[in-house]
């Protein structure tokens, strides 16, 4: 078990009357336990609360007038480990639960349709189950630059696959794209987690049905998994964005800051030792 202290500060200009929704609090989940939350919204925002019960995603949502608008989370939550198991199997398509097939099929981001011919020529042959995933997984951390603002909020898997560059989302799009396109079902998960580069934002990684569960991956190596603090659960970004506006409004400030209470263990020179997460946050 694991305890986080998560924050996210938004500042916003509000151009024009605009209707938000926000995805930022720490979602309900079987893996995590929220221990303490505060969530403030500017004065004279009448702010309306909802949970996706099939994902347990949180949504908070409001109407907002020209002027100035500040959106502050911050939580305290438990995150439990899971245990792997390295011989999980593949399900058939017959197999696949009816509440989980729709993880099998093409999406916005996730064009599944358009990279089969690649992901079978790549990791057709390889042995079906989660050893095939991690070789998946491994593939687009050993061939995609993580680099920052080589790609937008429109970028696509595809896209992904040919200019072999992104930052987290890209590489968890490829991901699920490339193991929809071997028949796995696939889906996005979006945290907080403490990683060093860059400064702290939220986190992409994602999930693939194996052996009649979840497991959690993250091509970018940026941070062990076990650690996120889950947001959002969907089918790829446009079901977990952290802000979605209608209006016209102008960022002023982002923030995203993580404290890990618990230390890491990490390998030096052969030996074990200790480092701590410390706070870090992104403008």
């Given at each position: 078990?694991?305890v986080?202290t998560?924050e996210t500060v938004?500042?916003?200009?509000?151009?024009?009357?605009t209707?938000?929704?926000?995805?930022?609090?720490?979602?309900?989940?079987?893996?995590?336990?929220?221990?303490?939350?505060?969530?403030?919204?500017?004065?004279?925002?009448?702010?309306?609360?909802?949970?996706?019960h099939g994902?347990?995603?949180?949504?908070?949502?409001?109407?907002?007038?020209?002027g100035?608008?500040?959106?502050n989370?911050?939580?305290d939550?438990?995150?439990?480990s899971?245990?792997v198991?390295?011989?999980?199997?593949?399900?058939?398509?017959?197999?696949?639960?009816?509440?989980?097939?729709?993880y099998?099929?093409?999406?916005r981001?996730?064009?599944?349709?358009?990279?089969?011919?690649?992901?079978?020529?790549?990791?057709?042959?390889?042995?079906?189950?989660?050893?095939?995933?991690?070789?998946?997984v491994?593939?687009?951390?050993?061939?995609?630059v993580?680099?920052?603002?080589?790609?937008?909020?429109t970028?696509?898997?595809?896209?992904?696959?040919?200019?072999?560059?992104?930052?987290?989302?890209?590489f968890?799009h490829?991901?699920?794209?490339?193991?929809?396109?071997?028949n796995?079902?696939?889906?996005?998960v979006?945290?907080?987690?403490?990683?060093?580069?860059?400064?702290q934002?939220?986190?992409?990684t994602?999930?693939?049905?194996l052996?009649?569960?979840w497991v959690l991956?993250?091509?970018?190596?940026?941070a062990?998994?076990?650690?996120?603090?889950?947001i959002?659960?969907?089918?790829?970004?446009?079901?977990?964005?952290?802000?979605?506006?209608f209006?016209?409004?102008q960022?002023?400030?982002?923030e995203?800051s993580?404290y890990?209470?618990?230390?890491?263990?990490t390998?030096?020179?052969g030996?074990?030792v200790l480092?701590?997460?410390?706070?870090?946050?992104?403008?």
């Amino acid at each position: 078990m694991h305890v986080s202290t998560v924050e996210t500060v938004l500042e916003y200009q509000v151009l024009a009357p605009t209707h938000f929704c926000f995805n930022l609090e720490a979602a309900h989940w079987a893996t995590q336990s929220i221990r303490s939350e505060k969530l403030a919204v500017s004065s004279g925002v009448s702010v309306h609360n909802f949970t996706d019960h099939g994902s347990g995603n949180r949504f908070f949502r409001f109407d907002a007038q020209p002027g100035h608008l500040l959106v502050n989370y911050k939580a305290d939550v438990e995150v439990y480990s899971e245990h792997v198991d390295e011989h999980l199997p593949e399900d058939s398509v017959s197999q696949v639960p009816d509440n989980i097939f729709h993880y099998l099929m093409p999406t916005r981001y996730c064009e599944s349709d358009v990279l089969s011919a690649a992901a079978q020529q790549m990791f057709g042959q390889e042995p079906p189950g989660i050893s095939r995933v991690r070789k998946v997984v491994q593939w687009i951390h050993d061939h995609i630059v993580y680099r920052p603002g080589s790609s937008t909020s429109t970028t696509t898997a595809q896209e992904v696959f040919v200019q072999r560059a992104g930052v987290c989302r890209d590489f968890a799009h490829l991901g699920i794209t490339l193991c929809r396109a071997l028949n796995i079902p696939a889906r996005l998960v979006v945290g907080y987690v403490w990683f060093d580069e860059p400064p702290q934002d939220f986190h992409a990684t994602f999930e693939a049905w194996l052996g009649g569960r979840w497991v959690l991956f993250d091509p970018s190596g940026m941070a062990p998994v076990d650690r996120l603090v889950r947001i959002g659960t969907g089918r790829d970004a446009k079901d977990v964005a952290f802000a979605t506006f209608f209006g016209s409004v102008q960022m002023i400030r982002k923030e995203i800051s993580v404290y890990e209470h618990e230390p890491r263990l990490t390998a030096n020179s052969g030996k074990a030792v200790l480092e701590l997460a410390a706070v870090g946050s992104a403008v």
